[in-house]
Nanobody, 115 residues
Framework: QVQVVESGGGLVQAGGSLRLSCAAS????????MGWYRQAPGKQRDMVAE???????NYADSVKGRFTISRDNAKNTVYLQMNSLKPEDTCVYYC?????????WGQGTQVTVSS
């Protein structure tokens, strides 16, 4: 079993920054994939940024140049640095961790950007 816990959400003004963290714990050898997704009320959950164990990254077009994903394999933690935040970035952000073929989601953390 793997536990996934996000932190770092909050309220920020447009143009500001936030850093999200996601820590995975439990019984596993290594984590293959870590990613950040977000979901607005009534909408589907979309990928924001993702990173493999080897460090390859991928971003949604809407966040390229503003968000940076990174991971610390020794701590089983992934980070999302969010800069130049916009009101349309307001969502619940979820962390996804994949261990071999099993997927684990965190409980989500709210990010609210005021105009």
């Amino acid at each position: 079993q793997v536990q996934v816990v996000e932190s770092g959400g909050g309220l920020v003004q447009a143009g500001g920054s936030l850093r999200l963290s996601c820590a995975a714990s439990g019984s596993f050898f290594s984590i293959d994939y870590m990613g950040w997704y977000r979901q607005a009320p009534g909408k589907q959950r979309d990928m924001v940024a993702e990173i493999t164990r080897g460090g390859s990254t991928n971003y949604a077009d809407s966040v390229k140049g503003r968000f940076t994903i990174s991971r610390d394999n020794a701590k089983n933690t992934v980070y999302l640095q969010m800069n130049s935040l916009k009101p349309e970035d307001t969502c619940v952000y979820y962390c996804l961790v994949i261990v071999t073929t099993d997927s684990y989601w965190g409980q989500g953390t709210q990010v609210t950007v005021s105009s």
